[in-house]
């Protein structure tokens, strides 16, 4: 991984895990402060939000930057895939090769 911001300042490994434990920090605090207010209005419920559902957006918001990454990925392997037959393979096998 390449850790340099600049040719002259690079992050050290060290704080690496300090920037997870922030942002976990003030998700928390953000999600107490404004979130939990403003679902108790229409949910009546002291948590806001029940375990459940807190639980399915976890979830949902750790897996999407995945399938984005898993998106991207195979659209740059099928269009890499597709320029490699078109350019590298012999004529006689071009359709088989891309079926």
Known sequence: ???????SFQIPSSPMRVFATTSRFTTNALYYRILVLAARKFSWLQHGINFLKKTGIGFVMSLSPLFC???IADAFMSIGQLEFFYDQA???IRSISMA
């Open 1 to 7: 991984m390449d850790k340099h911001l600049t040719k």
């Open 69 to 71: 990454l898993m998106g």
């Open 90 to 92: 012999p004529e006689s």
